[in-house]
C-alpha cells in the first residue's frame, strides 16, 4: 500500500497547485517501529514513559488532523462529488469508520475550527469536548470559555477533565441539566427481591435521591 502526500507548488506566479506523491507507507511507518521485549527491559521507567508520550503525541496530532480534513471536507461541500449527502458519510466509506466514529469526528471537526487551539489534545479529552460543544444551547458560551476548556484538558486527568465539562455544560445549559434531573426523577423506579434469607434490591433514582440513600 501507498499513503499520498501533497505538496503545494506555485506556478504562472501567483496559482498554488498540488503534486500529489505516493510514498511506500512501509517506509513512512518504520520510525513507529515499537521496540521489542529485550529492548524495553533494559529501558528506564523514564524511557519507557517517554516512548509511550512520544507515540501518544503522534496519534494526538493524526486525530486532530483527521478531524480538520472532515470539517474542511464539509466546509467546501466535497463529500457531495461522490454522491454523499452528508460528511458523516464520506467518512464512513473512505476510511470504513462505523456510524459513531464517523459522528465523532464531525463533531471534533467542528471543535477544531471554533476552537484551533485545541489542536492535538488527547484524543479522548477531544471528542470530550466536542461533544459538549456540540450541544447548540451552550453556544453562546463557547468563545469565551476556549482557555478554560482546553487548557485544563492538559493538566487535568480525564475523570476530573469530564467532571468539569459536565459542571461547565449544566452551568452553561441550566435548562438542559434540570431538564435531566426532572426525567430521572420522573423516571425513579425500585425493585425488591427476597431469595432465601436474602433481600435484594435494585433501584434508579435522580441524583439527590441516589445521595439521600448512600447517606442511609
Same mark, same amino acid.
Given at each position: 500500500?501507498?499513503?499520498?502526500?501533497?505538496?503545494?507548488?506555485?506556478?504562472?506566479?501567483?496559482?498554488?497547485?498540488?503534486?500529489?506523491?505516493?510514498?511506500?507507507?512501509?517506509?513512512?511507518?518504520?520510525?513507529? &517501529?515499537?521496540?521489542?521485549?529485550? %529492548?524495553?527491559?533494559? !529501558?528506564?521507567? +523514564?524511557? #519507557?514513559? @517517554? =516512548? /509511550?508520550?512520544?507515540?501518544?503525541?503522534?496519534?494526538?496530532?493524526?486525530?486532530?488532523?483527521?478531524?480538520?480534513?472532515?470539517?474542511?471536507?464539509?466546509?467546501?461541500?466535497?463529500?457531495?462529488?461522490?454522491?454523499?449527502?452528508?460528511?458523516?458519510?464520506?467518512?464512513?466509506?473512505?476510511?470504513?469508520?462505523?456510524?459513531?466514529?464517523?459522528?465523532?469526528?464531525?463533531?471534533?471537526?467542528? &471543535?477544531?475550527?471554533?476552537?484551533? %487551539?485545541?489542536?492535538? !489534545?488527547?484524543? +479522548?479529552? #477531544?471528542? @470530550? =469536548? /466536542?461533544?459538549?460543544?456540540?450541544?447548540?444551547?451552550?453556544?453562546?458560551?463557547?468563545?469565551?470559555?476556549?482557555?478554560?476548556?482546553?487548557?485544563?484538558?492538559?493538566?487535568?486527568?480525564?475523570?476530573?477533565?469530564?467532571?468539569?465539562?459536565?459542571?461547565?455544560?449544566?452551568?452553561?445549559?441550566?435548562?438542559?441539566?434540570?431538564?435531566?434531573?426532572?426525567?430521572?426523577?420522573?423516571?425513579?423506579?425500585?425493585?425488591?427481591?427476597?431469595?432465601?434469607?436474602?433481600?435484594?434490591?435494585?433501584?434508579?433514582?435522580?441524583?439527590?435521591?441516589?445521595?439521600?440513600?448512600?447517606?442511609?
Amino acid at each position: 500500500p501507498s499513503m499520498i502526500v501533497a505538496r503545494p507548488q506555485v506556478r504562472g506566479g501567483t496559482r498554488t497547485v498540488f503534486s500529489v506523491t505516493p510514498l511506500c507507507f512501509t517506509t513512512y511507518m518504520s520510525s513507529l &517501529l515499537i521496540p521489542d521485549t529485550d %529492548t524495553l527491559r533494559a !529501558m528506564t521507567p +523514564a524511557e #519507557l514513559e @517517554a =516512548l /509511550a508520550r512520544e507515540l501518544d503525541g503522534l496519534r494526538r496530532e493524526v486525530e486532530s488532523a483527521l478531524a480538520t480534513l472532515v470539517a474542511r471536507v464539509e466546509e467546501a461541500g466535497l463529500h457531495q462529488r461522490d454522491g454523499h449527502r452528508g460528511v458523516r458519510a464520506w467518512g464512513m466509506a473512505a476510511c470504513n469508520w462505523s456510524l459513531p466514529e464517523a459522528a465523532r469526528f464531525v463533531k471534533a471537526g467542528h &471543535l477544531l475550527t471554533r476552537y484551533p %487551539t485545541a489542536h492535538g !489534545m488527547g484524543v +479522548a479529552q #477531544l471528542h @470530550a =469536548l /466536542a461533544a459538549v460543544a456540540a450541544n447548540p444551547r451552550v453556544a453562546p458560551h463557547l468563545d469565551e470559555a476556549e482557555t478554560l476548556l482546553v487548557g485544563q484538558a492538559a493538566l487535568l486527568d480525564f475523570q476530573d477533565y469530564s467532571l468539569l465539562l459536565r459542571n461547565w455544560e449544566a452551568a452553561a445549559d441550566p435548562d438542559g441539566a434540570h431538564a435531566d434531573h426532572e426525567r430521572a426523577h420522573r423516571e425513579r423506579e425500585a425493585t425488591l427481591a427476597h431469595v432465601g434469607a436474602t433481600s435484594y434490591l435494585n433501584a434508579h433514582a435522580g441524583a439527590v435521591a441516589g445521595a439521600q440513600m448512600r447517606e442511609i
